[in-house]
């Protein structure tokens, strides 16, 4: 059974840092790009970042280019990302999510979402 | 980036009847065109991606079509477990991006 279990969320001051990391089995890890997808209360889903299986290529939503990092440690099945400059728009639950199929950057299985709150 | 424009914002519908969903992109996403189903306080589930393929355990009332810039998701007999936000995604190009979503509420 796939499962994603994401971790980290916190209530950060704006500046502040945060590193999530989402925990994935079930499944070759290596095999499958992974993304983080974000939603702010009450609002709709938005893509953050992605990674490919092999980690060698990365991409980033405009917003959060040069403050976030996305990366991956395929030894320990692990996604992360590093949140750096967070602002009070950065509010929202980040979900890790699995790509479907190689070449198809759609999301078969979703994590249950980590909390990241930016205020003072 | 490519807009992913999705209408209605809210459609009521009853029981037992169609449900026709809209999704428009601002530039042309070819079939790379996916759409999710999300109830509150839950991950968002896949339904449709290819622009009219099932997912795995998707029940055959979820229906996509289109190409390019326009797509529909149907729903074609409503049931209590539908009502719910829907939201199209294109993969087409980076960024990937979202609709911002219908909410299909019951009438």
């Given at each position: ?31 499958y ?37 996305i990366?991956r ?31 198809a ?9 980590t ?6 | ?73 149907t ?26 979503g ?6």
């Open positions: 059974e796939v499962q994603l279990l994401e971790s980290g969320g916190n209530l950060v001051q704006p500046g502040g840092s945060l590193r999530l990391s989402c925990a994935a089995s079930g499944f070759t890890f290596t095999t790009a992974m993304s983080w997808v974000r939603q702010a209360p009450g609002k709709g889903l938005e893509w953050v970042s992605g990674i490919s299986g092999n980690g060698g290529s990365t991409y980033y939503a405009d917003s959060e280019k040069g403050r976030f990092t990366s440690d395929n030894s320990k099945n692990t996604l992360y990302l590093q949140m750096n400059s967070l602002r009070a728009e950065d509010t929202a639950v980040y979900y890790c999510a699995k790509q479907l199929i190689v070449g950057t759609v999301f078969d299985y979703w994590g249950q979402g909390l990241v709150t930016v205020s003072s | 980036e490519i807009v992913m424009t999705q209408s209605p914002a809210t459609l009521s519908v009853s029981p037992g009847e169609r449900a026709t969903l809209s999704c428009r992109a601002s530039q042309s996403v070819s079939s790379n065109l996916a759409w999710y189903q999300q109830k509150p306080g839950q991950a968002p589930r896949l339904l449709i991606y290819a622009a009219s393929a099932r997912a795995t355990n998707v029940p055959a009332r979820f229906s996509g079509s289109g190409s390019g810039t326009e797509f529909t998701l729903i074609s007999s409503l049931q209590s477990e539908d009502f719910a936000v829907y939201s199209c995604q294109q993969y087409s190009n980076w960024p990937l991006t979202f609709g911002g219908t909410r299909v509420e019951i009438k």
